[in-house]
């Protein structure tokens, strides 16, 4: 009995132990991600400037930590494996909807090739990053401490409100909180295809692609408008209506959060569990 209880006692120490690591890991990967945008480019640069300029350099930094910490760890349980078979018929929504986005920039006018494939460079140093860190790293040490919902939760809430940050890089913090409650909604998707599929780099390319079709059609918008109609229609926008800035955005993102949360629907009898 001593010798089980001290067993016990030694799993919930190691159990507190990765979720702390796991945390001071988030703290780092931020401190790189964000600050080390702020360090790297102009001030209040968008977005899509960012990453359709130059290597994310700044993302290929926190890429490195993240495979840094899970040598350190020997962190094997984080699913970089292939789908589970007849799981990717699963993605046809993601499938639909990015091809809808895609769809979009082309019938507007693409950018060119070479702006094309670096942002899919970027948008792949970008969902590598955040998955590994959210639905790979924080969520396997809660999972190893905590039940399937409160870990789903605080992984999918953590990854919606880091967007915020994005306030200190593009100087919008307005447009940050939209696009954190849509990252939130995203990421119930994302942490749905990882718990479906049993692969990390489900939810990883997904993800990328998800980012890179959007940016695609961000672009070809610009591209096919002045920027003083962009800014005329901005200002509109904010003063007549919170429609364009609130809830199109959101309504974009929500038939995958409704996907999600159905592909969701059964995970407590997955017996789903880190190791």
Not at 131 to 158: C, N
Not at 207 to 235: C, G, M, N, R, Y
């Amino acid at each position: 009995m001593e010798r089980s209880g001290a067993l016990r006692d030694m799993t919930s120490s190691a159990m507190s132990n990765r979720i702390v690591i796991a945390l001071l890991t988030l703290v780092a990967w931020i401190a790189v991600t964000y600050l080390g945008a702020q360090l790297l480019y102009p001030p209040e640069i968008s977005l899509d400037d960012l990453i359709s300029r130059n290597i994310a350099w700044h993302i290929l930094l926190a890429c490195f930590l993240l495979v840094l910490v899970i040598l350190w760890r020997g962190w094997h349980d984080l699913c970089f494996s292939l789908p589970k078979a007849g799981t990717l018929r699963l993605l046809w929504l993601p499938a639909v909807l990015i091809a809808i986005l895609l769809s979009g920039a082309l019938l507007l006018g693409s950018p060119p090739a070479g702006v094309i494939v670096l942002l899919l460079a970027n948008t792949l140093l970008v969902g590598f990053s955040e998955e590994v860190m959210f639905r790979g790293v924080l969520y396997r040490a809660l999972r190893a401490r905590f039940s399937v919902w409160p870990s789903i939760l605080a992984t999918t809430a953590a990854f919606g409100a880091v967007h915020i940050l994005n306030g200190f890089i593009t100087g919008n913090f307005g447009a940050s909180v939209i696009q954190a409650l849509a990252a939130a909604s995203t990421g119930m998707l994302l942490i749905a295809i990882l718990i479906r599929t049993g692969s990390l780099w489900a939810s990883i390319i997904v993800h990328a692609l998800w980012d890179w079709a959007t940016f695609l059609l961000l672009l070809s918008v610009k591209s096919k408008t002045p920027a003083e109609d962009i800014q005329q229609a901005s200002e509109a926008a904010g003063q007549s209506s919170v429609l364009g800035q609130v809830f199109i955005p959101l309504a974009v993102v929500l038939p995958g959060l409704l996907y999600g949360l159905w592909l969701l629907r059964r995970v407590e009898d997955t017996g789903h569990r880190a190791g």
